[in-house]
């Protein structure tokens, strides 16, 4: 299996608002980036969107290394809260219903076929990957048109 490295970011004016998401995916000397947006959504939406999005580029099962500024996503996977969420019909420990289970769902199969180690890293720190998405991510969310 081929190891690819990703970092995602997620940006929001307004939560709810216009949102970005960026991806960059590196394999060996190969880059390709993605990014996306829309008009009326959340920072959440937007960080979960970016991994999906960078999960579902790859064409085969990898192993990928996700790195993430997303405490709410990275947990999610590593505190093992999804499988909460599934074993409980998608409801919190609160009995609420998930937020943003579509995203969650189709986050869910993407990691079955690959396997994914989540990797926090700190927002708007030292880290030229990281920050390079973030400002994809943030000029993503600026072509969205304000409504």
């Not at 390709?32 to 085969?60: C, F, H, P, W």
């Not at 890293?121 to 943030?138: E, G, M, P, S, T």
Request: glycine share 6%; hydrophobic share 35%.
């Amino acid at each position: 299996m081929k190891t690819i490295t990703i970092y995602t970011d997620g940006s929001c004016e307004g939560n709810p608002g216009r949102g970005g998401w960026a991806a960059i995916l590196r394999y060996n000397k190969y880059e390709r980036t993605l990014s996306g947006g829309s008009s009326d959504t959340t920072n959440n939406r937007m960080e979960l969107t970016a991994a999906l999005k960078a999960l579902q580029a790859l064409k085969t099962p990898c192993i990928v290394k996700l790195h993430t500024d997303s405490q709410y996503l990275k947990r999610a996977f590593t505190d093992r809260w999804i499988e909460r969420w599934i074993s409980n019909g998608w409801r919190t420990a609160a009995r609420e219903p998930v937020k943003n289970q579509d995203l969650w769902h189709e986050l869910w199969n993407e990691t079955q076929r690959h396997r994914v180690e989540w990797i926090k890293v700190k927002a708007h720190a030292n880290n030229k990957h990281n920050n390079r998405v973030d400002k994809l991510a943030v000029a993503a969310r600026n072509r969205v048109p304000r409504t």
